[in-house]
T-cell receptor, first 113, second 116 residues
Framework: ETGVTQTPRHLVMGMTNKKSLKCEQH?????MYWYKQSAKKPLELMFV???????ENNSVPSRFSPECPNSSHLFLHLHTLQPEDSALYLC????????????FGPGTRLTVT | KQEVTQIPAALSVPEGENLVLNCSFT??????LQWFRQDPGKGLTSLLL?????REQTSGRLNASLDKSSGRSTLYIAASQPGDSATYLC???????????????FGKGTLLTVNP
């Protein structure tokens, strides 16, 4: 248990659906991250937030829309996804943006049909 | 651009065997290197973190070494157990030169199976 929770743990959605992934951290951290882990590919950083402000958008398609309403919560809004977006989406948090250690949640396994 | 390679991609060993997992990186200018464990469909658990000025770190049956100049790290697991079965990921962090040093570059991982 790392203090970072993610819901739902599994999600199946059609290409025309709209869904959201939720991440919550109970560590008092100020930075939060979204990563994508596709089969047979390294983890890819998607977005980084520091004190609710986005500091990184790693060339992610606009069908992924992040939201960070406060330093404890992070959302990833999904719409009109493609089958190749099926992956494990991991959330992480750290004390701050920089060389602080990142703590990962258990992930949401997303399948796009 | 930093690239991280992990060899082998998969490894199967009998219980009790000592084993070594390998990680190599193309740019030796790193801040630190971290080994993670990932169980199927789950998040990452940090195992060991080695700063660029260190040569090795130990935790229980795990020992990680770092040779920054040659761009290599190894994770040594002693007396392996079935509970060690998981994917092991290596990640390097860019230097603390200001901006973007939160970025971790990951390898694809080594899938370890320890058979009873």
């Amino acid at each position: 248990e790392t203090g970072v929770t993610q819901t739902p743990r599994h999600l199946v959605m059609g290409m025309t659906n709209k869904k959201s992934l939720k991440c919550e951290q109970h560590l008092g951290h100020n930075a939060m991250y979204w990563y994508k882990q596709s089969a047979k590919k390294p983890l890819e950083l998607m977005f980084v937030y520091s004190l609710e402000e986005r500091v990184e958008n790693n060339s992610v398609p606009s069908r992924f829309s992040p939201e960070c309403p406060n330093s404890s919560h992070l959302f990833l809004h999904l719409h009109t996804l493609q089958p190749e977006d099926s992956a494990l989406y991991l959330c992480a948090s750290s004390q701050g943006v920089g060389v602080y250690e990142q703590y990962f949640g258990p992930g949401t396994r997303l399948t796009v049909t | 651009k930093q690239e991280v390679t992990q060899i082998p991609a998969a490894l199967s060993v009998p219980e009790g065997e000592n084993l070594v997992l390998n990680c190599s990186f193309t740019d030796s200018a790193i801040y630190n290197l971290q080994w993670f464990r990932q169980d199927p469909g789950k998040g990452l658990t940090s195992l060991l973190l080695i700063q660029s000025s260190q040569r090795e770190q130990t935790s229980g049956r795990l020992n990680a070494s770092l040779d920054k100049s040659s761009g290599r790290s190894t994770l040594y697991i002693a007396a392996s157990q079935p509970g060690d079965s998981a994917t092991y990921l290596c990640a390097v962090r860019r230097p603390d030169s200001g901006g973007s040093n939160y970025k971790l570059t990951f390898g694809k991982g080594t899938l370890l199976t320890v058979n009873p």
